[in-house]
């Protein structure tokens, strides 16, 4: 089998490479477009349109294979997250998330191959979560450009008529591993310095996704051919607090904990005046680092016929936080 990946040279692309480069043929599609060590070849935007049929790829490529398996599945990954409320930015994201998706999805469909696989997130069906979890029956209400682009997305993907196709939507949660960076990243570097989190008598449950975990639901999608076209939340089996995180990375360097646990109240009430003050801490901030925000993954894990996923969220945030020393 040939799989494309678009953005192949992000952090989720790169893992995915490492996952699947020893048993099937890979080729990249990205605005970078170096050669990339277990991809066939990569391919720029403006060439998409040049390339009429998977064959033709292979045979550019030179690369011996199995003629008799030649189908090809596309891996959607290329957008732009890291939401901002700048709304003079606001375009961007849909150009990228929304344009770029349609572009794909248009060859996808003029095309010869069997599978789609778009990346789109949690974020795309609801930026708080109303009930327990959020599951797939949920009514979109995403805020913000990187909400609404994936929403975007998502809904031109469904409007097409791809019939005799696979076709899944997967909304991941945060996605976490070796080499992640960004807020992650950011915490791992605050609580290694040995500077205290103050909100430690928020306890809050979050759901996370392990790129070992989502590397496998790709991989199962792309081999199994009875799995049912459509939307699937991906997390992990685990949730975690923002303490647990903390009390892993200390874990993980040898350090002990400093969490204070000063009074809701008193948070509250600093959050506040942070809001009118424009101080880093303001109450929007303190809702987004204290809510609840559980994803369930059991439509995937029944889909799949597993009854739990294969990756541990503690063991795969060690492994991690591990990676950044």
């Known amino acids: 089998m040939n799989i494309l990946i678009t953005g192949i040279h992000g952090f989720v692309g790169s893992n995915f490479v490492e996952a699947l480069k020893d048993k099937y043929i890979i080729y990249g599609l990205d605005i970078i477009f170096s050669e990339k060590e277990g991809v066939t070849k990569t391919f720029s935007w403006n060439e998409l349109n040049e390339i009429p049929k998977i064959n033709t790829i292979i045979h550019l490529a030179g690369k011996a294979h199995d003629t008799k398996n030649e189908s090809l599945a596309i891996i959607h990954l290329a957008g732009k997250a890291h939401d901002t409320k700048n709304e003079s930015l606001a375009q961007s994201y ?18 010869e191959a069997e599978t789609f696989i778009f990346f789109s997130s949690v974020k795309a069906a609801a930026d708080v979560v109303e009930g327990d979890f959020l599951t797939e029956d949920v009514e979109p209400k995403p805020v913000g450009a990187y909400g609404e682009s994936k929403i975007a997305a998502e809904e031109y993907i469904q409007s097409k008529n791809w ?27 605050v609580v290694k310095k040995g500077i205290p989190y103050p909100l430690g008598a928020f306890e809050n449950s979050r759901s996370f996704c392990s790129i070992n975990n989502i590397a496998y639901v790709v991989e199962q999608l792309i081999q199994k051919q009875d799995i049912p076209n459509g ?55 303190l809702q987004k680092l204290t809510e609840n925000y559980i994803v369930s993954n059991e439509k995937i894990k029944q889909a799949l016929h597993i009854s739990k996923m294969p990756f541990s969220a503690k063991e795969e945030f060690i492994k991690t936080f591990k990676s950044f020393q």
Request: hydrophobic share 40%; with cysteine.
């Open 94 to 111: 849909f150009d990228i998330n929304t344009e770029l998706t349609k572009k794909i999805f248009d060859y996808f469909l003029q095309s």
């Open 163 to 189: 019939s005799g196709k696979r076709v899944y939507i997967l909304r991941p949660a945060m996605i976490y591993g070796v080499g992640n960076k960004g807020n992650l990243n950011l915490l791992y570097n």
């Open 231 to 285: 939307i699937y939340h991906v997390a992990d089996d685990e949730t975690l607090s923002t303490n647990e995180l903390i009390e892993l990375i200390c874990a993980s360097v040898g350090k002990k904990p400093r969490i204070w646990h000063i009074p809701k109240k008193i948070i509250n009430t600093m959050a506040t005046i942070g809001t009118i003050l424009r101080l880093p801490l303001n109450t929007f901030r």
